[in-house]
């Protein structure tokens, strides 16, 4: 019973209204002003006072006196007689906080207890409680941010997670994809190689047993049958953008045809008509397509060039209608039909479509192994990506978030870059390149660097510091530039929605 009676009492003291804790003043704690009840001890009446860093001791009454005895400023806790003296705010019913010295008796309510303003002509009142009320607003408010950003962020990485395993899972499978589009490459290579060779052998046979004229004749077949091929649009030009498509000119084998590959097969033109399509880019195009010719076909002279124009004459010039614009016909496919087998005999002509096709298969063959090989390249890259300890942060991939100011529009692309464009359009400026997780030891997930961005004029170049707080949605919340060419995102994340400590409780002042 006495155990039980003994609980009673003390639920009955600790459900007290807390209006008659805060009852109890700093007065009537034995400290002087401006010092926190855990540094009471070491401010006693009845002795001297003995500066913090042991310097000097000095009679009790110079302590808060307006001077300063102490180079440490532990003898003014309560004035703003020393320069780098700090004040504790009691603030008894909401949260202490401390002010630097300077701001005592300033005429400036910097404690929401006012006791920083004891002797200035400044009436402050005591808004603790208030403030505390909606402390505690905001705490719950906050509390519903963080179980909702909590709930967001086991999804995502629930998600990431999963992700990774469907790509490791991937990457086995197309290694093994590999192995066999390596088996079936080399044997399509294998069967390209017999069928070129016999090509080759009957081509030659039947170059033998032909005259000149005809071999010069086939040639103009096969240069216009080229023409027809890659004029896509059928506006009687060849253009670059038109070679891009056929991954014929990829000479670097990276599975695209760049700009630079292009122009090159057109002799650095962007754009060519028959006649230059025949003197100028056939004999750079005929090795990419492996086929062979002799030194005589291969001789373009100008009376061939202009047979040619005369075969495929590809503007019609309106005489009906001087004001509309000159429109190129498209090549008669129909004639060229006609010609393309001109020359060879049935068994030579079936050697070399038999080698087409060979070449064609070794094509789509080796097209496939580079298409898996860049499978596994993007896959590895995106396995090497540290998404955060459980992944979380894999679902900002691929996502690009933005904020608007005044002039400019900043957009934040997570693990790839940030950048910046004028509100009235332009071209967007690079402020950085996904660079590293760059938060402190405890956490480095709290903020993410993006480096080698466009060079400022006369200046280093650009950089984006992105600073991660938990959040219920993906947002950029600010930008701003502290230092030339370096610049500061805000953003906030379920992804930073991990075990967040609350320290509402550290907070409260230690008098309670």
Known sequence: MDFLLRCVQLFLVCSLDSRIILKISSSEVPRPRGVSLSRASLYSPQNDFTCFDNSKTIPFSQVNDDYCDCPDASDEPGTSACPYGTFYCTNAGYEPLIISSDRVNDGICDCCDGSDEYSSSSTCANNCLELDK???IEAIEREKVLKAGKEIYADYSKKGIQEKQYKRTKLNELEKNKLEAESSLAEKERLKYEAETLENHAVEHWKLQHPQEEIRTVHQSEVLAAFVKYDANKDGKVSYGELQQD????????????AEEALYFLNGHEEVEV????SEAWSLITPFLKTEYDENVEEKTDGDIDEISKEEEIVDNNEDNADQEEESKPVDTEQYEETQNLGYDEETQKLIDAASDARKEFSEAESNLRGIENEIKRINEYLNIDFGPNEEYAPLLGECFEFVDHEYIYKLCPFEKTVQQPKSGGHETSLGNWGKWSGPE?????????EGGQPCWNGPTRSTLVNLSCGSENKVTSVFEPNRCEYVFTFTTPASCYDVINNDSEKRHDEL
């Open 134 to 136: 909606y402390a505690k």
């Open 247 to 258: 991954l014929t000119f990829d000479k670097d084998n990276d599975g695209k045809v760049s």
């Open 275 to 278: 006649e230059a399509f025949a």
């Open 442 to 450: 405890t956490n480095k997930y709290q903020k993410m660097l993006f």
